[in-house]
């Protein structure tokens, strides 16, 4: 019988793993009760660690790919993935009863279709953007297991074929396109992704940064320090605007960079 809610990390090599549990420690500090899985290609001391379970990666292929599979292995009716760089600054435990709701959310890409011819898809309109595979929260239902075998079907397929996809997003877009799935969109805050311009919403407050340094450090210090809809770009430390009117050309130059 499945646990009711838990985290889940997937890392290969040493870096990863290194960067999935300073991310785990980060949730512990915020939600010291949540229990956290991790699949890694190697078995480290569970002991010093914050995983609750720690399970192996056969044959790993060092690539996206690897971070596929494990999902459908979920100890937990309702889980949360992340992806190794991410940082956790407030609780998330408001997306348990979003999956009483919903069967799978998740947020938009900033690169609403990553560049390259690769990841056009011609049989998904541009109205159903790319997915971030970063943070996704599912259920443990046959739909959605399904769905994640259609994402490893769909780009085992295209790493075995001259058309090589830049990452494995396409691929998950596509296999939501066509499933059944009760779906929903995370907002921003649950998915901030560093390294670009972001927009932070009113009235709320960032529970996950996405990113690696230096980005991510900035990221750490101010995400929170302001409250209504701001924009930030970590690229450029000490930049900050507010939503006056005043700073509407300095916003979209900075969306211009």
Request: hydrophobic share 35%; glycine share 4%; proline share 7%.
């Amino acid at each position: 019988m499945k646990e009711d809610f838990g985290v889940l990390y997937i890392a290969t090599g040493k870096k990863f793993i290194s960067e999935a549990t300073e991310s785990a420690k980060s949730l512990k500090n915020v939600m010291p009760d949540t229990k956290i899985v991790l699949w890694a290609d190697e078995m480290i001391s569970i002991d010093d660690s914050p995983f609750h379970t720690i399970n192996l990666i056969e044959e790993p292929r060092y690539s996206f790919f690897d971070k596929i599979k494990p999902l459908c292995e979920t100890p937990f009716e309702k889980t949360l993935f992340v992806d190794t760089d991410t940082f956790f600054m407030e609780s998330v435990y408001e997306l348990i009863p979003l999956l009483d709701r919903f069967e799978f959310a998740y947020c938009h890409a900033p690169w609403r279709i990553c560049p390259g011819e690769n990841n056009i898809l011609e049989d998904v309109p541009d109205s159903f953007p790319e997915p971030n595979s970063g943070v996704i929260a599912y259920r443990a239902t046959e739909k959605v297991f399904e769905t994640i075998q259609n994402w490893e079907r769909i780009y085992d397929k295209k790493l075995n074929s001259d058309d090589v996809p830049d990452g494995d997003q396409s691929a998950l877009r596509l296999a939501l396109w066509r499933s059944q799935l009760n779906m929903t969109i995370l907002p921003p805050e649950y998915n901030i992704r560093t390294p670009f311009p972001v927009f932070v919403g009113g009235n709320t407050s960032v529970k996950i940064l996405h990113g690696r340094n230096p980005t991510l450090n900035e990221a750490k210090k101010r995400i929170n320090n302001k409250e209504g809809i701001r924009i930030y770009d970590f690229f450029k430390p000490g930049t900050f605007l507010g939503n006056s009117k005043q700073n509407l050309i300095k916003i979209l130059e900075i969306l211009k960079n």
